[in-house]
């Protein structure tokens, strides 16, 4: 099946850094890849929506300037929090969707996430 | 895409099954029902999904009612390992679609 990587699976950082998240589609094309946030207790929420080759779409009310993503090929984007502070922290999760001729209905596969941690 | 509405929670025994209700109402013609859970501390799985028929796979089997506003989600023979939270989406089916995650219901499956 199809599997999607993040690396780091957790990362403890100080307040003012910034941290790459890496999402990785390992035996699949992805043309586009998204981006959630899910702090303790909550649902996921969207913060954005990665094309290769293209920029990204943020959800509304998410900073494009403290989100970086790059999806530079079909098999990697990249989450940067730039200058991150305390209140960044949560569990980011990627998920990607498969360059296929055919529609695929579960097009969506999600990494494992990754826990931020910011002191 | 549409709202939909699920129990915060659920409880089950184990190898009992356990049915995950869903409404939504406002769905349109070309929405499909789809079902993901998280277990905790993971990225979601897809379970299944569906447009007006019943569907079954080797996880669960999904029940849609004849109007299509509302739905379940049934594991037949629910594990511990089912514990999770299970979310209900709905939205057309497309390549490359985002998801929009409700709250989701809780299955906390007891031995």
């Known amino acids: 099946g199809a599997v999607v990587s993040q690396h780091p699976s957790r990362v403890i950082c100080k307040s003012g850094t910034s941290v790459k998240i890496e999402c990785r589609s390992l035996d699949f094309q992805a043309t586009t890849m998204f981006w959630y946030r899910q702090f303790p207790k909550q649902s996921l929420m969207l913060m954005a929506t990665s094309n290769e080759g293209s920029k990204a779409t943020y959800e509304q009310g998410v900073e494009k300037d403290k989100f970086l993503i790059n999806h530079a090929s079909l098999t990697l984007s990249t989450l940067t929090v730039t200058s991150a502070h305390p209140e960044d922290s949560s569990f980011y999760i990627c998920?990607?969707?498969?360059?296929?001729?055919?529609?695929?209905?579960?097009?969506?596969?999600f990494g494992p996430g990754t826990r931020l941690t910011v002191l | 895409d549409a709202k939909t509405t699920q129990p915060t929670s659920m409880d089950c025994a184990e190898g009992r099954a356990a049915n995950l209700p869903c409404n939504h109402s406002t769905i349109s013609g070309n929405e499909y029902v789809y079902w993901y859970r998280q277990i905790h501390s993971q990225g979601p799985q897809y379970i299944i999904h569906g447009l007006k028929n019943n569907e079954t796979n080797e996880m669960a089997s999904l029940i849609i009612t004849e109007d299509r506003k509302s739905s379940t989600l049934i594991l037949p023979h629910a594990t511990l390992r089912d514990t999770a939270v299970y979310y209900c989406i709905v939205r057309v089916a497309s390549n490359t679609g985002k998801l929009i995650f409700g709250q989701g219901t809780t299955l906390q499956v007891k031995p």
């Open positions: 998920s990607a969707s498969p360059l296929v001729a055919v529609r695929v209905y579960n097009e969506q596969f």
